[in-house]
């Protein structure tokens, strides 16, 4: 027999918003257990929206923020409540689509709360007890149920009165045989597609084509030749012209509807204000010194975080002022606030952060879109340790880009048919191998302190060039080879006089030349 539902309040509560539904009946395992993020809320309108009227609609959430869970629940809920009778969960390879319903198929058989809320779509469940033989010939009331559990496909039990009656749930990968599926008769009414795309696919510019070109036709398509396919699609960017990337263009993708969640709204006002070497002291840079400490703490073997954490409890006003986050509950037992939590994770990979959880990946990691395989990659590494000149080099060459914080360089060795090899570095030297314009430790105000902006470009250019004269520029064989000239940028106007006057100082002259570069065409 089919038991009654045993909390009718808590049912009829949860059929409205999805957000009471979730908290009543999933929070307990673990799925929504911190307060909703705005994100999250505008999310989960979407999904129902998509589910009452169709369309298509994606949402880019950080790495970690919910979207996975938001769209399992969203499918959960629609299962039950028979918001469709036929939905496909779609993940970027096939063994993706299978967790996405191995989750559901979870909350399905062991949920007690949703048992008491849906006992009409559950209890035919709980008596298989995930043993898909035990499908074969089950009956209620002397009806059979024709319920299927598998690991790609669940067809929940064919009851009389009950809204989730012969449901389907099938699991895909994007790259799957999917097109003109057909089950019962029945073809999908809704798709739940979650990161479509791999960190390897996203890099080929081949891939993401073909992974486009599957989801706006065969996916699309799956509702037959007269109806369209509601879509919900949770996805994070990974490189810039990725398959999420493109979705989200309105002019790439007119026919979706996305929008970009992000960890970081704006960054504090401490972090993206400009300060001259002159204000530094009135002005302090608090980030920065917070990253300091944090860095320092730790090489030394200490608790970077916790005297990173007291810096900023003693600063914290000033510190978050201008921030705001996207989701105040995001952070961990070590973190004061989410913005100390978002902010750590910038400092420890900053590409990483814009692309994992800003969905805002920096251009030059755009740069992977083209496919390079291991040999090229050998084929374009010289094999030498860094500072070593390749042996047919007959001409050392160099630049100098002048920033009001720093200077970077590139040396050229090149030979007389124009192949050769590049070196490069900052000035003054970090102390770590991987860093931003916007973290340098130190900057030239920090190695020239008490001199003004330009005085410590004037200082910071002489010293550079001294050290790029005296090298030593050692060829394979050991013997040196001299650095012939230096260009360096007076695009800067503030800038071009001190650049014109250490050239024209009597040890650079001839040897270091200003330079600007001009547009053509």
């Known amino acids: 027999g089919r038991p009654p539902c045993k909390e009718p309040e808590r049912r009829a509560a949860g059929e409205g918003a999805r957000r009471g539904w979730c908290e009543a009946d999933l929070s307990k395992r673990g799925w929504f257990n911190l307060a909703w993020s705005p994100d999250l809320l505008e999310s989960a309108a979407d999904f129902d929206a998509v589910l009452a009227v169709g369309g298509r609609k994606l949402r880019a959430m950080p790495r970690g923020g919910g979207k996975s869970t938001l769209g399992k629940a969203g499918v959960l809920k629609g299962a039950l409540t028979g918001a469709f009778n036929f939905v496909v969960l779609i993940g970027a390879i096939m063994r993706m689509g299978r967790r996405l319903l191995a989750d559901v198929k979870h909350e399905l058989l062991t949920n007690d709360l949703v048992l008491e809320d849906s006992p009409e779509g559950c209890v035919a469940i709980r008596r298989v007890g995930n043993v898909a033989n035990r499908c074969k010939g089950q009956t209620?009331?002397?009806?059979?149920?024709?319920?299927?559990?598998?690991?790609?496909?669940?067809?929940?039990?064919?009851?009389?009165?009950?809204?989730?009656?012969?449901?389907?749930?099938?699991?895909?990968?994007?790259?799957?045989?999917?097109?003109?599926?057909?089950?019962?008769?029945?073809?999908?009414?809704?798709?739940?597609?979650?990161?479509?795309?791999?960190?390897?696919?996203?890099?080929?510019?081949?891939?993401?084509?073909?992974?486009?070109?599957?989801?706006?036709?065969?996916?699309?398509?799956?509702?037959?030749?007269?109806?369209?396919?509601?879509?919900?699609?949770?996805?994070?960017?990974?490189?810039?012209g990725d398959l999420a990337d493109q979705l989200l263009d309105p002019e790439l993708s007119p026919d979706w509807e996305g929008k970009r969640g992000k960890l970081l709204y704006a960054f504090p006002d401490d972090w993206t204000r400009e300060r001259t070497s002159d204000s530094r002291d009135r002005d302090p840079e608090l980030w920065k010194e917070y990253a300091r400490i944090r860095r320092l703490r730790k090489d030394a073997g200490g608790d970077g975080q916790a005297e990173a954490t007291e810096f900023y409890l003693a600063h914290r006003d000033a510190m978050d002022e201008g921030a705001a986050v996207g989701w105040e509950e995001r952070k961990t037992k070590a973190h004061v606030s989410a913005l100390q939590f978002a902010m750590d994770l910038f400092f420890d990979d900053p590409a990483y952060f814009w692309r994992e959880m800003q969905n805002e990946p920096k251009f030059d990691e755009g740069q992977a879109l083209v496919d390079i395989d291991a040999k090229q990659l050998r084929f374009r590494n010289n094999g030498l340790k860094r500072g070593v000149i390749p042996q047919a080099t007959t001409h050392l060459?160099?630049?100098?880009?002048?920033?009001?914080?720093?200077?970077?360089?590139?040396?050229?060795?090149?030979?007389?048919?124009?192949?050769?090899?590049?070196?490069?570095?900052?000035?003054?030297?970090?102390?770590?191998?991987?860093?931003?314009?916007?973290?340098?430790?130190?900057?030239?105000?920090?190695?020239?302190?008490?001199?003004?902006?330009?005085?410590?470009?004037?200082?910071?250019?002489?010293?550079?060039?001294?050290?790029?004269?005296?090298?030593?520029?050692?060829?394979?064989?050991?013997?040196?080879?001299?650095?012939?000239?230096?260009?360096?940028?007076?695009?800067?106007?503030?800038?071009?006089?001190?650049?014109?006057?250490?050239?024209?100082?009597?040890?650079?002259?001839?040897?270091?030349m200003p330079a600007a570069g001009r547009g053509i065409g």
């Open 140 to 240: 209620i009331d002397g009806e059979p149920t024709f319920i299927e559990w598998g690991k790609d496909m669940v067809v929940l039990p064919v009851i009389p009165g009950s809204r989730a009656s012969g449901c389907i749930l099938y699991a895909a990968g994007l790259e799957g045989a999917i097109r003109g599926l057909n089950v019962n008769g029945k073809r999908p009414k809704f798709a739940f597609v979650d990161d479509p795309q791999t960190k390897k696919s996203a890099k080929s510019v081949e891939q993401t084509n073909a992974r486009m070109e599957l989801l706006k036709n065969d996916v699309r398509g799956l509702a037959g030749p007269d109806e369209e396919l509601a879509i919900y699609a949770a996805v994070t960017v990974i490189y810039p």
């Open 397 to 512: 060459l160099a630049h100098i880009d002048v920033q009001h914080d720093s200077l970077w360089w590139g040396a050229l060795a090149c030979h007389d048919e124009l192949g050769g090899a590049f070196i490069y570095g900052c000035w003054p030297k970090q102390r770590t191998t991987y860093f931003t314009k916007r973290d340098l430790d130190p900057g030239l105000a920090q190695r020239y302190p008490g001199l003004s902006a330009q005085g410590v470009v004037e200082a910071g250019l002489i010293e550079l060039l001294r050290t790029l004269r005296t090298g030593p520029w050692v060829r394979e064989d050991h013997s040196l080879q001299a650095l012939e000239l230096v260009l360096i940028d007076w695009s800067d106007g503030e800038m071009a006089d001190v650049v014109a006057k250490v050239c024209r100082m009597q040890e650079f002259l001839g040897w270091a």
